[in-house]
C-alpha cells in the first residue's frame, strides 16, 4: 500500500539524510528541470547505485529494462485510448521539422503532462485535462511527423498508420478522447452521477459491458489480473494478463506483449541475480506466463524473504484505480538499499510486536505471533507504470496470507523526498499554517515528524491487527470500494496513536518527543486543507488516500472537538486546539476502523467515509488553489529517473554500465518509448 505525500516531504530521515551523499546532490534550485502549469519535473538521483559491483549493476540494468518493459500498459488500463494516444504524441514529439514551433511548443507540453499522468487524467485527481492545441493544428502535425517517417511501423501490438488517410482515421477515432471533457471524465469514479453505478462511470478498462450488479455472484478466478467482460452471448468471463506460456500449453492474453518482453529482460536479470533472489525472479517469469493466482502467491512469499541490496516490484499490486478496489494496476520500481538509514528503521520494526500490543482495538484482532517485517530506505532507480514520485512510502506485498504467515517488506523512498523537500521548500507552511507556534513547529520539527510518520504507517501499520477467522480471503472481498480508504486510514493513525508512545524514545528514534508529536498532528490535520489544491473541479473527493486524511480530520472535529476550522483575515485555516482530545478521537476510529476490518463490516465503513471523508467545499478548494498559486510552487510532481546505460556483448552480457543524471524529460519517455518503436528519434 502506498504512501504519497501532500506536504513538503521530508529531507532528513530522523537526522540521517546527511549520509546520502550530498556532497553529490545539485543544489534546491536545480532539482525542479522543468515546469509545465502546475507540474514540476524533478531529477532523482541514486548515488548509492556507484557502490555496487559489476554484477549487481548489471542486475539493476535488466530489472530496468523490464520496469520500462510494462510501462505501456497503465495506459491502456486507465483508457482504451491512452496506448494510441501515446503512440501518436511520441511520434510527433520525436519529429518537430515542418511543425509550427508555438503548435510544437503546445504539442510537448500536453506531451509531458500526459507522459507524466499516464494518461490525459490527472494523477491525483482523476480530473481530465485538455490540450492548448485544437484538433486541426493536431492534425496538421501528426501528418507532418507521419511524411517524417512516424507511424510506419508497428508499435507493440498496433498496427502501423503507414498512410495520411490512416493517420486522418487514427486522428478521428481520438478525437472525442482528446478534446471532449465529458467523454471519458474520470478513469476510477467512486461516487457517480445518478442512473450509473461505480464500473459505468469509470472509464478504465478493468471491465468491459458490465454492471455492478453483474457481478454480484461472478466469482473470479484472476482477481488482481484480469478483464471482466460480458460477451455478445450476455456470459461474462476473464480475459486474463498473461505472455502465456513457451510450449503453448497456457495460451497468451491481454498485454502478451509487453509481458513476454519484459520477461526476456527478467530472465537477464535472473542470470545474474544472487541465488535466492534468482529464484524469485524465475517465480515472476512463470506468473507472467501463466497468469494464476497461486504463481502470484509463490512469488510473493518467495520475494518478501528477500532482502537484496538491489530491489524491485514488478506487476499488477495495487488496486486504487478499480474503483471496486479489487484490480491490479501495473507498476515498477528498482532500489538501492541505503544501508545506514535502514539500520535505523529496522528498530521499529523489531519492536512491531511490542506497538501491536498497545493498539488501541480489540484484543481479540490483536496478533499473538508476529513476523518481524522487512524494513527499506532506498534510493530508487526507475519508477513506471502506476507509481509516481509523489509515493514516499510503500508497504507490499498486499496479500493478507503472506502478510500473516511471512511479513511484509516496507519501502522509504528517501530519494523521492529529497527531491520533493528540496523543490518545495518552506513556502507551503508559511502560508496556511493556523498560527506563528505552529509554523515555528514546523520548521523545527515537521521533517522529523514527516519521516516517522511515513516510517510507522509503513512498518506497524500496514502489517497490523488480526482479521476474524471467517474472512479466510482477506478485508477486501466484503469492503470493496472502501477497502483502500479504511487501510491506508488506520495505517495513518497508527502513526498518530505511536507518536506518543515511550517506546520511540527508549529506542533513540525521536528527540523532542512531545514537539515531535505536536508537528506529526500539527500537519495531518492541516493536509485536509492543502489537498483541496489537487481537486480544480467538483465538490467530492475520489482518491483514497486523500479520503483517509478527510476522514480523520472531520471524524475527529465532530467526536472530540480536538480540531477547529477557522477563517482568519478572509483565510480559510485549520488547526489542533487539544492534542489529547485529538488522541482520544485517533484512537476511537483506529479501533473501529480495525473491527470493521476485521469482521468485514461494508455497511459501517460506507457510512463513515459517505458522511466524513467524501464532500469539501467548493469554495474553499478555489481559495486554497488562489493561494497556491501566489505561492508559484508546483501542485503535481513527475520524476526524471536516473538513466543506466550498458554495452551489450556478444554473448548478451551487460557490461560498462555507466549512470547519469538527465535533464530532459522528454529524452527520457520517448527513450522509453523506442523499446516498443526502436525508429523513434531522440531529441538533440
Known sequence: MKTPTILPAAILLLGLMAALNAQNQSPATDRVVERVGDTGFLELQADSFRQLDARHQALAYWLMQASIAIDPIIYDQLSRFGIREKRLLEGIVARPPGIDPQTFKKLRNYALLFWANRGNHNEKTGQKFLPAFTSEELQDAALKAQSGGAFRTAYADLPALGTPADVRRELSDLRSALFDTKFEPLPTAKTPAPGQDIIQASSNTFYGGVTLQDLTNFKQKYPLNSRVVKGSDGVIHEEVYRAGTPDGRVPAGLYAVYLKKADEYLDKARAVADPEQAKVIADLIRYYQTGESKDWLQFGVDWVRNDSQVDFANGFIEVYRDARGAKGSSQSFVTVTDKSVTDAMTKIAQNASYFEQKA??????????????????????????????????????????????????????????????????????????????????SGKYGEEADDLKTALHEVI??????????????AEPYLKEYFSTLEEARADLMALWNIWDPKLKELGLIGNQDEVARAMYDSSVLVALTQLRTIPKGATIEEDHMRD???????????????????????????????????????????????????????????????????????????????YQSLNVPTYWAGINPAVAAQIDKAGNATNIRLSYPRDPVRQYLDYGRMYEPGLPMPR
Open 360 to 441: 488501541p482495538w480489540d484484543a481479540k484482532y490483536k496478533k499473538q505471533t508476529f513476523q518481524s517485517p522487512v524494513v527499506k530506505a532506498v534510493e530508487v532507480m526507475i519508477e513506471t507504470g502506476d507509481f509516481q514520485v509523489s509515493v514516499i512510502g510503500d508497504n507490499l506485498p498486499n496479500e493478507n496470507e503472506i502478510h500473516e504467515k511471512y511479513g511484509s517488506k516496507n519501502y522509504l523512498f528517501v530519494g523521492n523526498s529529497h527531491a520533493m523537500g528540496r523543490a518545495r521548500g518552506s513556502k507551503i507552511a508559511q502560508e496556511f499554517s493556523a498560527t506563528p507556534e505552529d509554523l515555528q513547529r
Open 461 to 474: 501499520g500496514h502489517g497490523s491487527g488480526k482479521l476474524s477467522d471467517r474472512l479466510k480471503e482477506g
Open 549 to 627: 486524511r478527510q476522514l480523520i480530520v472531520n471524524f475527529i472535529i465532530d467526536k472530540t472537538g480536538g480540531i477547529e476550522r477557522l477563517n482568519r483575515g478572509g483565510k480559510a485555516s485549520i488547526r489542533v486546539t487539544d492534542y489529547n482530545k485529538m488522541r482520544q478521537g485517533v484512537g476511537v476510529l483506529l479501533a473501529e476502523l480495525m473491527r470493521i476490518k476485521a469482521e468485514g463490516d461494508y455497511a459501517a465503513i460506507k457510512a463513515l467515509v459517505d458522511k466524513y471523508g467524501v464532500e469539501f467545499e467548493p469554495a474553499v478548494r478555489d481559495q486554497v488553489i488562489a493561494r
